[in-house]
C-alpha cells in the first residue's frame, strides 16, 4: 500500500483545484463564455440594475452583486456572459439546475432547501433577516427628564451642590458686600450664585482667590453634568422612537410584512410564531412604503441586506429593530457539481481579506451623514455615580482644602490682630471658648471691614483704636477679669 502524507495531499488537491479552474477556462472561452442568468426582478437597483443598450440585443449590468462577480472573474480569469432573467428566484435556480444557464448571479439567499438543486459559493453579504418598522415617537413619558442620571447620582449632585453653596458663602461674605447683609439675604446670594453658574450666567463678582479655585473646578463639574445629561437625554428619546418589538406585534397581533419569499412566511409562522392571517406578503419594496404609510402593516421582516438599504434609503422614516434572525446570505449560484465553485469560494474570501468587498459595499450602501444609525436598538440605562465619582471627589477636595486653607489663614489673622492689641490668651483656655472666639472674630471682622476690602492689620494700634476695640474683645477682657477675680 502507498501512503501519502499530509503536504502531498494537499499538493495534490490544490493541483486539482487549478486543474479544475484551467478545465473550466478552456471550456468556456471567449468564443463559449458562460451563460449566466441574472435576475431582472432584483430588491433594488443598489444589488442588480439592468438597463438597456443602444444595441437591442445587449443590456449594461451593474450593482453590488454584480461589481463582487466582476471582481471574482478578474481573479480567476472566468470569460462570462449575462443574460436578464425575467421569473422568480426559484425559477432561475432551476434553470441553473436544468443546465439551462452556467450560473446565476444577484441577490440570491443560500437556503437548504436549493442545496439539493444546486450549488452555492460562501455568502458575500451579511446572513439574515431583520425586523424593519417605522420611526414614531411613543407615549411621552413625563418623568423622562429625571432619567438620565439615577437616584443616587441626583442625591449625590445635590450633596455637593449645597457644600459649594456653604464653601462659596463661608468665602466670600466676610470681604463681599454681595454675600453679605442678613443671613437670610447671605443665603440666598450664594444660592443663586452656585445655581446660576449651572447655566453659566452667573453675574455676581468673586474677590477671594479661594474662592474662584472653587467656581473654577465648580464650573467644570457644571460643564461635565450638563453635557452628559444632555447627551444621556437626547440618547433616550431617540431610542424611544424605536418601536415596536417582536412581543408587542404577537401580542397585538400586529400585521407584520415580509418580501415575497417562501422560507420568511414559514419562519415567521414556525420560528417567530405569528398567525398566519397576521403575515402580509408584499411584491417589492416599494409596496413596503404604501402599506406603511396606509397604516396597513405595523413592520416587515426583510433579509438583513435589503433592510439596511432601506434604513439607508429612508432613515428618518424607518430603521432596524431587534437581532438579525440568522440566514445563508447572498452567493452565487452554480451546477450541482461544478469544478470552479470552491475557486469562486475562495476568492470571495480574498476579496473580504483584501478589503476589496468593504470598498463595494461603500460603494453602494455608504450611510447618510444626516442618517440616525439604524442599528442604534439598544435601551440605554441611567448614567450612575460609577462614572463620575472620580469628578465628584475632585470637587469636594478641592473645595474643602480651599476652606481649610482660608481656616488657616483667618486664625493666623486672629492671632496677629490679637497680638498688635495686647490681648494674652490664657494657655488653659477651652477649645470651647476658642471656638467662640473665633466666630466672635468672624462677625466683628465683617463690621470692622471698610467698604468691601479684606480685614487690614500691620499697623500698630493707637490710642483711639484701642478705645474703640470690638465688642468681642471687649467681652474676652471682661471674662478674664472676672476670672481672675474669683
Known sequence: ???????SIISFLLLLSHGW??????????????????????FGDMFVKIEPTKNPDENKYDGFCIDVFVEVAKKLKLQYQFVAFNGSYNDLIHCVA?????????????????????????????????????????????????????????????????????????????????????????????????FSSIFLSQREKIQNNYTRVVVIVWLFVVLVLTESYAASLTSMLTVSRLRPNIEQLRRTNAKVGYYRTTYISEYLQKVLRFKGENIIELEDKYNYLTEFKSGNISAAFVEAPYAKDIARQYCKQYTIIGPTYRFGGFGFVFQKGSPITANVSEAIQRLLENGTLKKLEDKYFAPSSE???????????SLSLHSFWVLYLFSAATSTICFLLFTIRLLKNQRHQEDQQGIIRPSDESDWNKMLGLLQYLKSAETSIPGKGAPTFGHAPNDTEMCEMPHSVFIQRKFRLNSSTI
Open 1 to 7: 500500500l502507498t501512503t501519502f502524507n499530509t503536504a
Open 21 to 42: 479552474v484551467a478545465e473550466a477556462n478552456n471550456l468556456h472561452s471567449t468564443e463559449n463564455p458562460m451563460i449566466i442568468g441574472v435576475p431582472r426582478e432584483s
Open 98 to 194: 436544468n443546465k439551462t444557464f452556467d450560473a446565476a448571479v444577484g441577490d440570491i439567499t443560500i437556503l437548504a432547501d436549493r442545496w439539493g438543486l444546486v450549488d452555492f459559493s460562501a455568502p458575500f453579504t451579511e446572513s439574515g433577516m431583520s425586523l424593519v418598522a417605522r420611526l414614531k415617537p411613543e407615549t411621552p413619558n413625563p418623568f423622562m427628564v429625571w432619567m438620565p442620571f439615577t437616584m443616587e447620582m441626583w442625591v449625590v449632585t445635590g450633596a455637593i451642590l449645597i457644600y459649594t453653596i456653604f464653601i462659596i458663602w463661608f468665602l466670600e461674605h466676610r470681604s463681599n458686600s454681595e454675600f453679605s447683609g442678613p443671613w437670610k439675604d447671605q443665603l440666598g446670594n450664594a444660592l443663586w450664585f452656585t
Open 371 to 381: 442618517c440616525l444609525n439604524p442599528q442604534t436598538t439598544k435601551t440605554n440605562d
